[in-house]
């Protein structure tokens, strides 16, 4: 699923390692999601949703 | 990129170090009873799937790492790959015992079977792993 998170994560100038720290994932799962490989579950979604302050759907987007 | 590990890995590491002691331990402590006091009846019994024990607590351990690791990433990544041992395992077995039937194979030591998974597991993890690349 296509997604943000290295938009957002770049504007905060944030690595990916301070994102890991901050959603409290490895920095693989990081990794992983930023390349749209794959999906978080919905608590990840929420968490990095309410960590952007943005709705889920801002962040990650379903269409092919 | 070797990754810090998460503390389910450290309390999975902590449990597998001795686990494996414990295994080479009891099997070297077995195999030189069974030959060389050569028991007879339970106690045979006991002493020969003794061995097993801390095999079968490695699996348990294996079982409590995929429980309480809190990344789903890594959890993910972990059950694909033993569901690649898994078939792997099934898919040589399977075969073996085919061939085995047609006399064109020897019969193989049953507790060779979860070294085999474990290793078709653990090549599977980076290839599981460079999907998400």
Not at chain 1, 6 to 12: F, G, I, M, N, P
Not at chain 1, 53 to 62: G, K, Y
């Amino acid at each position: 699923m296509k997604n943000r998170l290295k938009v957002l994560r770049a504007e905060r100038d944030w690595s990916q390692a301070d994102l890991a720290d901050r959603l409290e994932v490895s920095r693989q799962t990081v990794n992983a999601l930023e390349t749209g490989k794959y999906d978080p579950s919905l608590p990840l979604a929420f968490k990095i949703a309410r960590l952007f302050d943005q709705s889920i759907e801002t962040i990650f987007q379903d269409e092919a | 990129m070797r990754q810090p590990m998460t503390p389910p890995m450290r309390r999975y590491l902590a449990r597998f170090v001795p686990a494996m002691l414990a295994y080479v331990g009891v099997l070297v402590g077995s195999l030189w009873v069974i030959r060389h006091l050569a028991p007879t009846g339970p106690l045979l019994w006991a002493l020969a799937v003794a061995p097993a024990v801390p095999v079968i607590a490695v699996i348990a351990i294996m079982g409590l790492y995929l429980m309480e690791e809190t990344d789903e990433f890594l959890r993910s990544v972990l059950a694909q790959s033993m569901l690649w041992g898994i078939g792997v395992t099934l898919t040589v077995t399977t075969a073996w015992g085919f061939l085995e039937n047609a006399d064109l194979l020897p019969h193989p030591p049953l507790y060779l079977i979860f070294p085999l998974f474990c290793a078709s597991m653990g090549l599977a993890q980076p290839l599981v792993r460079w999907r998400y690349q």
